[in-house]
């Protein structure tokens, strides 16, 4: 039996071990996920050594980078680790945030976007649409978070501006309550109202989806996010959380079952 897990703080609302599992079981593969509440960094390299491999989500992603011993692929330009692959004592790290957002937003014509939040969600959104050719700024409620992206080319709003957009992301952890917004209620809807499309990488949560049943029920039927309620129209994170959890399980399998595949296979059992 191998052990992987997600690794945060606070994790209980984490769907992850829901989606791990159900594939796990499905696929016939003795393995089991579980969630990881991490109170202090210092516990993160023994908990991580302890799995065969991890999710990492807030609010360690930066700090898992530095934990690594390899990183791959997407994680080396975002710097920021979601996937990490624990063999011989060797912890190898990936991002497979990025591609799970671009899955979700790939059929839109986009020129511009704003992303809201400068941590490891919004490190992994704003590189995956510079390299897609997206006009990318960035805003955050702490200034001196956002030297990585000015370093790499993404704008920098000093205040938050309305601005005319093609999509506008919030990555910040606030609304994770389900009712809270990052910023000033009017001038979020300012901006909301001029954004085309607009994404928010928090999912609601609901107690007690334990089962694949109870979670096509919440999928079919889940409520707006705080940031969406903003907007008639808008994205929540569950489809990247499941798209990234995808990926992420191609990596665990070591490319034995790829995304496409894994994604048919799941939503299928949503039927
Ligand atoms: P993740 O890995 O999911 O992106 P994170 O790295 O912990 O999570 O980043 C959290 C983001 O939420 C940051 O942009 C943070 O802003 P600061 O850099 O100013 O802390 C943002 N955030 C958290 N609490 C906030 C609040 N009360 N108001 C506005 N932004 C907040």
Redesign the pocket.
């Known amino acids: 039996m191998r052990y992987f897990g997600v690794i945060g703080s606070p994790i209980h609302h984490s769907l992850s071990p829901l989606i791990h599992n159900f594939l796990f079981s499905y696929l016939g593969i003795s393995a089991h996920y579980d969630k990881f509440d991490i109170p202090s960094p210092s516990l993160l390299a023994s908990t991580l050594q302890s799995l065969s491999g991890a999710n990492?989500?807030?609010?360690?992603?930066?700090e898992v980078f530095g934990l690594c011993d390899e990183v791959r692929g997407f994680a080396q330009e975002v710097e920021?680790i979601?996937t990490v692959l624990c063999r011989n004592q060797k912890l190898y790290g990936f991002n497979t945030d990025g591609l799970g957002f671009w899955e979700c937003i790939k059929n839109l014509e986009l020129k511009t976007a704003l992303v809201?939040?400068?941590?490891?969600?919004?490190?992994?959104i704003a590189m995956m649409l510079k390299k897609q050719g997206v006009d990318t700024m960035i805003y955050?409620?702490?200034p001196?978070?956002v030297d990585f992206f000015r370093s790499r080319g993404i704008g920098v709003l000093e205040t938050l501006e309305v601005k005319e957009v093609d999509l506008l992301v919030h990555?910040?952890?606030?609304g994770l309550d389900g009712k809270?917004l990052?910023?000033q209620q009017e001038k979020l809807q300012s901006l909301v109202s001029k954004a085309k499309y607009v994404f928010d990488?928090i999912y609601p949560s609901q107690k007690g989806i334990v089962g694949i049943d109870q979670f096509r029920d919440f999928f079919l039927s889940r409520p707006k996010t705080a940031f969406l309620g903003l907007s008639n129209q808008g994205m929540d994170g569950l489809e990247m959380l499941l798209y990234q959890a995808f990926f992420a399980f191609e990596i665990f399998c070591d490319g034995q079952y790829c995304f496409e595949e894994l994604k048919a296979l799941f939503y299928n059992s949503l039927k």
């Open positions: 990492i989500t807030l609010p360690y992603k930066e920021a979601n809201l939040g400068a941590g490891g969600s919004a490190r992994a955050n409620r702490t001196s978070k990555t910040t952890s606030v809270s990052p910023y990488v």
